[in-house]
């Protein structure tokens, strides 16, 4: 299938990972600006994510079919880029004309997964097919890059360059003092800096007024406004671990947000996560993990938490090679399946790696490897392998799908909403917003503005930058 944007140039880097200016705030242990059990561990202020779909008709698809078999954008397809039912064909990517592979097909730019553009050769591409069909509106956007995706990846969010802590403190204090709130102040100073500015204007603030910022948001917000605003202060770090700790806590584990965080964050990323789980709730990640989960899922869980995968920008095609044929042989060519094997590609093997695998998986396997692991698996491990594969070929390809499907049909999956736009922000929302538009034919903007209403609506599209 053909991922929209296909091959990416724009995943976060790796290594040196987040860009430079944007590192990340993570303080030492027990270093964090909250009073202590702030957020409550109990999950007050934070609305619950459904554990299996979304509300109505526009939940998750099924857990046997994320995203629907043979309907995900951008995984090789036999015989190439498979086809969008009325879509005329159009050219892939692949080998320069006269190459080994198919010829006439242009070479794509150069990736960037690190500091500089990686020397990554591209194996042979895809046939020029029919694009896939699933996507509203029916258009064939993938064609070619967006230009914007050529220059690496970029935020939403950049820090104000005439920063003032202590007068971003004031006008807050004075937004949230007499009768009622001026919201609209409120929005105009968190949705113009960066978390780290946040995490300074929190504590000028304590300094100042001798109150802590967050209890006095807490009091003069509610609902998804709160949620919201409460996730742009917390530092990034602490944010994942504890929509980690929310998502095991209590009743129920809510998988999506497991996989979702550790499936698809950076060995840098998930190594702070852990120490962080660990120091603000005294809590071992690998424990919870294994407690809340089980099987297959589970130990590729424990897989994602060791922050362990190779992140070397090097491409090893007869490694690729190599890899193809062993799942080909621990999968379609087999009785059963052999998921360890699985297991230990997908979770040990470089995103440029994998993404060369999957290339050779499908000239070999005459099908893409995505629609392998639907074939194979199911449920939660389906779901987990299948994000590694689609953060290999597109990451904010992913993230727009997931936002896709928070707003679709009945009701809104708000938490994941706040969630992707808050943690994305000063990653990859640019991009983000740029596959949404090409796999949906509508901006991400208008279906937020659609489904969202009041502050809280105008806070989400003055991050997303509408």
């Not at 258009?139 to 690496?152: F, K, R």
């Not at 362990?308 to 007869?318: A, C, G, K, P």
């Not at 736009?421 to 279906?447: A, P, W």
Request: charged letters at 20%; aromatic letters at 10%; one cysteine or more.
């Amino acid at each position: 299938m053909s991922y929209p944007g296909y091959p990416p140039t724009g995943y976060p880097p790796f290594p040196g990972y987040p860009p430079a200016g944007q590192e990340s705030s993570f303080p030492p242990p027990g270093q964090y600006p909250y009073p202590s059990g702030f957020p409550p561990v109990g999950g007050g202020a934070y609305l619950p994510v459904p554990s299996s779909g979304y509300p109505g008709a526009g939940g998750y698809p099924a857990p046997g079919g994320y995203p629907a078999p043979g309907g995900y954008p951008g995984a090789p397809q036999p015989g190439g880029a498979p086809s969008y039912p009325g879509v005329p064909p159009v050219q892939g990517f692949g080998t320069p004309p006269g190459g080994a592979g198919f010829s006439g097909y242009p070479q794509p730019p150069s990736q960037s997964y690190g500091g500089g553009p990686a020397q990554v050769p591209l194996p042979g591409g895809f046939p020029g097919g029919q694009m896939p069909s699933q996507y509203p509106g029916g258009q064939a956007p993938y064609a070619t890059q967006p230009s914007a995706m050529t220059q690496g990846v970029q935020g939403t969010i950049r820090p104000a360059t005439s920063f003032d802590a202590m007068r971003d403190a004031e006008i807050l204090r004075k937004a949230m003092k007499g009768f009622g709130t001026d919201e609209q102040a409120i929005v105009d100073v968190v949705a113009n800096r960066s978390n780290d500015q946040r995490q300074k204007i929190k504590a000028a603030f304590k300094t100042m007024y001798g109150k802590d910022l967050i209890k006095d948001l807490k009091s003069e917000l509610s609902g998804n406004m709160e949620e919201l605003i409460l996730a742009l202060f917390m530092p990034t770090t602490y944010y994942d671990a504890w929509s980690l700790r929310n998502a095991m806590k209590g009743a129920g584990t809510q998988e999506r947000v497991l996989i979702e965080i550790l499936c698809t964050r950076t060995n840098q990323e998930i190594r702070e996560i852990v120490r962080c789980y660990q120091s603000e709730f005294g809590r071992d990640l690998e424990k919870d993990i294994r407690s809340d989960t089980s099987g297959h899922f589970e130990r590729l869980l424990v897989s994602m938490c060791q922050g362990n995968r190779d992140e070397n920008q090097n491409v090893n095609h007869q490694l690729a090679q190599e890899d193809a044929q062993r799942l080909y042989q621990a999968g379609e060519g087999r009785l059963g399946t052999d998921e360890s094997c699985f297991n230990m590609i997908l979770a040990t093997r470089s995103f440029p790696q994998l993404k060369a695998t999957m290339d050779a998986y499908s000239r070999m396997a005459n099908r893409d490897l995505l629609s392998s692991v639907g074939r194979e698996f199911s449920g939660n491990v389906e779901s987990g392998l299948k994000t590694i594969l689609q953060c290999a070929l597109n990451r904010p390809a992913f993230f727009a799908e997931r936002l896709y499907y928070s707003m679709k049909g009945a009701g809104t999956d708000d938490s994941t909403l706040v969630r992707i736009v808050v943690t994305r922000s000063e990653i990859d929302l640019v991009q983000i917003k740029q596959m949404f538009n090409q796999m949906y034919q509508k901006t991400l903007g208008t279906m937020i503005a659609s489904d969202t209403s009041g502050d809280y609506r105008r806070l989400l599209l003055a991050i997303v930058g509408q």
